[in-house]
């Protein structure tokens, strides 16, 4: 789908300039991926055909480095979200997990430019949300803390007072299982909600309309084992992805951050359930431990059901181990990030929510010392 042009034009000569010459687009059919290198991350561009398959096109350094958490059995950041397009400001945001640090880049299509990285104030950031023009960043070493930034023309400016902290007790570097698995805005905009794994607790700060959080957080004991990705139906509804059981339960979100069990955790029969995307009237939840992927249908009265009784949307490959970060793109289409295989799959989304593939990138940083992890789709 195209993106409406940009009133601002820029040079797209090389990241890092802007002058205004030339008009041009925002971010339109491509995929993104981050590689988390250790020495320098960067960016993966791959344009997207109306066929869902994948070409490259370019690869962009973020000026920071990229970090592994301890233990991390093929995910590196052990999160969701740590690479974010915001279509409303067409800008690309990304962490540093080994810098401390948060890029953002101007998307023009499928080139990016106007490099900017500030400093995350915390350790080992390893998620992002946007909600209209603000955007949280979740650190998640030492404490653990959350950091507010509003989006502007030229790039992300710190919010002043927005620093909230999450009580946590990791090192510099956090042990895998320990960390928070993400950051995200409700739908609305009016909640900020962070998952902690071995705390087991779903954290939601109400937000002001100045855009910072409450002093403290509203704290819901986990219905499932170790929370970890978070998705949102049509309705406002949160499901929240559970890696001890492979499990996803239901909540309503109260405007007081409190939370209401909607449906008791799901089982889909699978191993390490973590990463969990919309998509359309489905959801895909990505199971690490044996490499597949699971598909879900919510129906009108917030129900939710997996799309095949094995809980498997698609058959995993040889080329497709160590599944882990989702992205979605128009609805249509679903890429999958295999750590381990140092691939990406794309599949279509069938009538009945099955996955049919039509494209694998292969080359991209695999995991061994570190690996990649971060994907968006336009």
């Not at 029969?269 to 199971?287: I, K, P």
Request: include cysteine; charge should be neutral.
């Amino acid at each position: 789908m195209a993106v409406a042009a940009v009133v601002a034009t820029v040079n797209v000569a090389s990241a890092g300039q802007v002058s205004p010459t030339v008009t041009v687009s925002k971010a339109d059919h491509a995929v993104f991926v981050q590689g988390n290198e250790l020495a320098g991350n960067t960016i993966h561009v791959f344009r997207r055909g109306d066929d869902g398959k994948l070409t490259a096109a370019g690869e962009y350094a973020t000026g920071g480095r990229g970090g592994d958490q301890v233990d991390a059995p093929t995910d590196s950041l052990a999160s969701q979200g740590s690479l974010v397009y915001d279509g409303r400001s067409g800008r690309l945001l990304a962490v540093n997990a080994g810098s401390g640090t948060l890029t953002s880049f101007a998307v023009h299509g499928q080139q990016l430019t106007d490099r900017q990285t500030v400093s995350t104030r915390g350790e080992f950031p390893a998620g992002i949300a946007v909600s209209g023009n603000l955007a949280y960043v979740l650190n998640a070493g030492g404490a653990g803390s959350v950091q507010g930034y509003r989006i502007t023309a030229k790039g992300l400016k710190p919010l002043s007072g927005s620093k909230r902290g999450l009580g946590l007790e990791n090192g510099r570097v956090p042990l895998f299982s320990s960390s928070p698995g993400q950051v995200a805005f409700t739908p609305d905009g009016r909640n900020l909600v962070v998952t902690t794994k071995s705390a087991n607790t779903i954290e939601v700060f109400p937000v002001g309309r100045d855009g910072r959080p409450a002093a403290k957080p509203v704290v819901t004991k986990s219905a499932g084992m170790v929370p970890f990705a978070v998705a949102f139906d049509g309705a406002g509804r949160m499901l929240v992805a559970e890696a001890g059981e492979s499990t996803v339960s239901t909540y309503r979100v109260r405007h007081s951050g409190a939370l209401e069990l909607v449906q008791k955790p799901l089982p889909n029969g699978q191993d390490t359930l973590c990463w969990l995307e919309r998509a359309g009237d489905f959801f895909y939840g990505g199971n690490t431990g044996n490499s597949t992927v699971t598909g879900y249908r919510m129906d009108r009265h917030g129900r939710l059901a997996l799309t095949d009784e094995a809980g498997i949307a698609t058959a995993p490959s040889a080329k497709s181990q160590g599944v882990i970060d989702i992205a979605v793109a128009e609805d249509r289409f679903v890429y999958v990030q295999n750590a381990t295989s140092g691939t990406v799959d794309g599949f279509r989304v069938g009538r009945d929510g099955a996955l049919t593939k039509v494209t694998t990138v292969t080359g991209l940083p695999a995991f061994a010392e570190s690996g990649m992890e971060g994907i968006a789709a336009v």
